[in-house]
C-alpha cells in the first residue's frame, strides 16, 4: 500500500514495514582528474543548514534516461566539465545506502578526464557551491574532520580505491 506519493518518491507501506521508493534511478561520479587528483564539488545542503562536500550526482530525469546519461549530463551539469567522445564513463557498480529501507541503488560511476576539460565558471551556482581538486590523501583528511562525510561518496571512492588499488592514486 502506498502511503504518500510526490512527484518525487514514493513510500509504501508492506508487511509492516515501510519502504522509500524514488521516482527515478539515482546516479554518482567519480571525477578523476590527470590519474592524480579528485574533483569535488562543495554542494549547500538546506536541511543540515551547511555546506558539504560530496561527488557530482543526482536523479534520471525520466525512466527512459539511461544510468549512463543521467550520470554524464549530472557530471557535465555540476562540474561544467567539457565532456569529450574519447571520455567514457565506466561503471563501478550499485551502492544502497539504505538496504532495509531504499528500493532501489545509487548507480557508481567513475571518468578520467584531463585538467584542461575543467571549466571553473561553468557549473550549476544554484546548486554547487564550488569546485576542488584534491589527492587521495587530503580527501582522507576531509573525511576525518566530518568535511567529506555523506555515506554514498564514501562508498563509492572505497569501492574505486580497492577495485584500482594499482593505480597511482593509491599507495597500498
Not at 117 to 124: H, T
Amino acid at each position: 500500500m502506498i502511503v504518500h506519493k510526490n512527484p518525487f518518491f514514493k513510500i509504501k507501506f508492506i508487511n509492516d514495514y515501510y519502504l522509500f521508493h524514488p521516482k527515478n534511478k539515482q546516479v554518482i561520479v567519480l571525477p578523476i582528474i590527470d590519474n592524480s587528483k579528485i574533483l569535488i564539488i562543495k554542494v549547500r545542503r538546506k536541511h543540515l543548514k551547511k555546506n558539504m562536500y560530496e561527488f557530482p550526482s543526482g536523479s534520471a530525469l525520466s525512466e527512459k534516461e539511461s544510468i549512463y546519461a543521467s550520470a554524464k549530463r549530472e557530471l557535465i551539469e555540476e562540474t561544467g566539465i567539457r565532456y569529450e567522445k574519447k571520455n567514457k564513463i565506466k561503471k563501478l557498480g550499485n551502492i544502497y545506502q539504505m538496504a532495509d529501507r531504499l528500493t532501489r541503488p545509487v548507480y557508481g560511476f567513475y571518468i578520467n578526464l584531463n585538467k584542461n576539460q575543467l571549466n571553473y565558471q561553468d557549473y550549476d551556482r544554484k546548486e554547487i557551491k564550488s569546485l576542488r581538486l584534491v589527492s587521495v590523501n587530503q580527501l582522507v583528511k576531509l573525511i576525518l574532520k566530518g568535511e567529506f562525510n555523506a555515506a554514498v561518496p564514501i562508498a563509492l571512492l572505497f569501492k574505486y580505491l580497492f577495485k584500482l588499488k594499482k593505480s597511482r592514486l593509491v599507495g597500498f
